[in-house]
């Protein structure tokens, strides 16, 4: 699907913000940002994943959809998002991991990218180790390889993309509405562990 708005600016000028849409941050210096830039009602359970993958150490950013319908309309795909927030806060970063949420595979797949391959192993040994299944998406556009990907924008010029599957996604909640997603399940925490523990270099606790 071709994305409506091809920058922030078109989308902001027919948009209204934290009525359509919102944004979230909490920038914590020199920390690896994770981000959700199709959050909320666009790709649902992403802003979920990337907050708590956050948790309290590292930067958080989400731009969420907020309607009650047709949130896909605000899909600004990763290559030109560039809305002020987003870029002030993974400028400041190291590095970057975005949480996306894929559309068609019917498997519980976690697909990996980003040009931080260092770190992209890490986080794929540790969901493997987490009884995951974790592959490289066949779509190029979903591999997250341009250098102006907002996921390859801080300051190492190298992230992670992490396009997670619709039914992995919805494993990860009591019900995939916005009540369902504020109840987690036990594969959410272990997946979330697990990126962490790659992310801040430990070993996740069983």
Same mark, same amino acid.
């Given at each position: 699907?071709?994305?409506?708005?091809?920058? %922030?600016?078109?989308?902001?000028?027919?948009?209204?913000?934290?009525?359509? %849409?919102?944004?979230?941050?909490?920038?914590?210096?020199?920390? *690896?940002?994770?981000?959700?830039?199709?959050?909320?009602?666009?790709?649902?359970?992403?802003?979920?994943?990337?907050? *708590?993958? *956050?948790?309290?150490?590292?930067?958080?950013?989400? %731009?969420?959809?907020?309607?009650?319908d047709g949130n896909g309309v605000l899909h600004v795909t990763s290559d030109h998002f560039d809305e002020a927030t987003a870029i002030e806060l993974v400028s400041a970063s190291p590095t970057v991991v975005a949480v996306h949420g894929e559309l068609k595979c019917t498997d519980n797949v976690a697909f990996l990218g980003g040009l931080d391959k260092d770190l992209g192993q890490r986080i794929r040994t540790a969901l493997k180790g987490a009884e995951f299944v974790v592959r490289i998406h066949d779509?190029?556009?979903?591999?997250?390889?341009?250098?102006?990907?907002?996921?390859?924008?801080?300051?190492?010029?190298?992230?992670?993309?992490?396009?997670v599957s619709q039914p992995l996604r919805r494993s990860f909640f009591e019900s995939f509405d916005r009540t369902g997603r504020q109840r987690p399940t036990k594969a959410f925490t272990r997946f979330v562990d697990a990126i962490r523990g790659a992310i801040l270099g430990e070993a996740v606790k069983k």
């Open positions: 699907m071709v994305d409506r708005y091809k920058n %922030f600016a078109e989308l902001a000028a027919h948009e209204k913000e934290n009525t359509d %849409f919102r944004v979230r941050s909490e920038m914590r210096r020199d920390a *690896a940002a994770v981000i959700a830039p199709h959050g909320g009602g666009i790709e649902p359970g992403t802003s979920e994943l990337a907050e *708590a993958i *956050a948790g309290a150490d590292l930067s958080f950013y989400a %731009f969420e959809g907020l309607k009650k779509n190029p556009n979903l591999q997250g390889v341009n250098e102006n990907n907002i996921c390859n924008r801080g300051r190492s010029g190298q992230g992670v993309q992490l396009e």
